[in-house]
Structures are given as structure tokens and as C-alpha cells.
């Protein structure tokens, strides 16, 4: 894989950028000395750039941890990676790719969405990765507007209050998902993919314009027009929160 030469904005961008991961592993707590790290690769932008930044930190944080980048390749769906460029990708970073193959009956998904049920079956076959390799840590790239999509989303369909929290401990602490882009904007990591020039995935989701969540997005733009910065004070209330103004009663 090529590097290309990046101009001085380009480079200002992805400095500012991997200061923001940074501030986000401080803030929140989300790598430790000796972790062993699984990093879910789908081959979109956000995993590269979460690989990437991980990888860099490597060779001058104080901080040892170890990186096992790792694809779930689904049988039937239609989607794929330039696997070889990925391998060379990790290569080039002094890493091992890894990639898990699954099958799944969508038949048996009953009134489910195809892209719950991937998603589910791609996080249950990380984690069965992370007890095979010793790997006490799943770094996930949802970033900040992921985390906004989803509280809207739980507010609308679920009726609750819920998000994606930036380091969240699972089976009785075995290992926890990690989110260290959680606070970048999307804006922000499509700037920074167009600055490395990354290949896109081979052949797109057939499923990934079928979701709630577009509409979700359209939902927040609409937000947008009333106060630009929308978007990032809905991120700001799942941190601010008055429940003494809030019916909060027994259930």
C-alpha cells in the first residue's frame, strides 16, 4: 500500500484528529498497560482510521498494549474487502490481519432487520476471537455522530435513554468495547479518508440504505438549520443531565 505525500492542511487535519483519539483514550479510561486489543475492521473509513491512529500510538506512547486487527466475513451478504489490501495495510503497520468467516440463516431472523442480525453475529464472532486470542479489549469506530443517530434512534423507537458509552465493560469484566473515535464528528473522518485516499469496500451493502438510521439523519440536519451545533449539544446532554427535572418515577 502507498502512502501518499500529505499537503500541510491534510496534515493538520490528521494531527488534530489523532489529538482528539487521544484525549478521548485519556478521558475515558480506554487502554491500559499490557491490554490486548481486538479491533473490528469492516473496510470502511472509520476502522482504518481507528487502526491506524491505535498503530501510531504504539511507537510513542508509554502505554504497551498489543493490536489484532480482525474482519467478519459473512457469507451471505453481498459485501466485500480488498482483503490484500488490507493485509498489506497491517503489514506495513508491523501487524497481523486476521479474518473470520460465518455463515447465518436470515430466514430464522423473524421480523428482525438484516442489519441488527449482521451486526449482532459480527460482534458475537469478535468476541469469540478475543477468548481465543487472550484479548481482554474490542475497539469498535463509532464516532461521535454514531453516538448521537443512536440516542435519537432509543428516544424514538425504544423509548429510552441510551447511547454508545465511550469504554463498556461485558461478561463479568472479560473484556470491554472500547470506542476511541467516539468523539470526532463524521465530517472530520470523511476529510481525513479523502487525505489518505483509502480503497473503498469492493462491493457495497446491498442492506445499508434500509435502515432507520438515515432517516435518523435527516431527522438531525432538519436540527442543524435551527442551531449548527446541534448535533454536538446533543452529544454534550448525555453528559449533563438533570434527572431532578426529569418524571423519572419506578417502573
Not at 489523532?18 to 498497560?33: P, S, W
Not at 430466514?107 to 428482525?112: A, E, K, R, T, V
Not at 472500547?178 to 473503498?200: F, M, V
Not at 435551527?226 to 426529569?246: Q, V
Request: aromatic share 8%; glycine share 4%; with cysteine.
Amino acid at each position: 500500500m502507498k502512502t501518499k505525500n500529505l499537503s500541510s492542511v491534510e496534515k493538520k487535519l490528521i494531527d488534530k484528529n489523532n489529538r482528539t483519539i487521544g484525549k478521548a483514550i485519556h478521558k475515558y479510561n480506554l487502554i491500559n498497560e499490557g491490554d490486548r486489543i481486538v479491533i473490528g475492521i469492516s473496510g470502511g473509513k472509520d476502522s482504518f482510521i481507528l487502526l491506524e491512529s491505535l498503530a501510531m500510538r504504539l511507537k510513542y506512547s508509554p502505554v504497551k498494549y498489543s493490536i489484532f486487527p480482525v474482519h467478519v466475513k459473512i457469507e451471505e451478504v453481498p459485501y466485500s474487502i480488498d482483503e490484500n489490501y488490507v493485509r498489506n495495510m497491517c503489514k506495513n503497520m508491523g501487524l497481523d490481519f486476521y479474518i473470520k468467516t460465518i455463515s447465518i440463516d436470515f430466514n430464522q431472523s423473524g421480523d428482525l432487520s438484516p442489519c441488527f442480525i449482521c451486526s449482532w453475529h459480527r460482534r458475537k464472532e469478535l468476541f469469540k476471537f478475543c477468548r481465543e486470542h487472550n484479548c481482554n479489549k474490542l475497539a469498535l469506530g463509532h464516532h461521535l455522530d454514531d453516538a448521537v443517530q443512536t440516542l435519537m434512534m432509543n428516544l424514538i423507537f425504544q423509548g429510552s435513554i441510551s447511547s454508545m458509552p465511550p469504554n463498556l465493560e461485558l461478561f463479568n469484566n472479560e473484556v470491554s468495547i472500547i470506542r476511541p473515535l467516539l468523539l470526532l464528528p463524521e465530517k472530520n473522518l470523511i476529510d481525513h479518508a479523502k487525505a489518505r485516499e483509502y480503497l473503498k469496500e469492493k462491493k457495497m451493502c446491498p442492506y445499508s440504505n434500509e435502515t432507520s438510521r438515515n432517516s435518523i439523519k435527516a431527522i438531525i440536519e432538519s436540527m442543524e438549520k435551527l442551531n449548527p451545533r446541534a448535533k454536538n449539544s446533543i452529544f454534550a446532554a448525555m453528559s449533563n443531565i438533570h434527572s431532578e427535572y426529569l418524571p423519572i418515577g419506578k417502573k
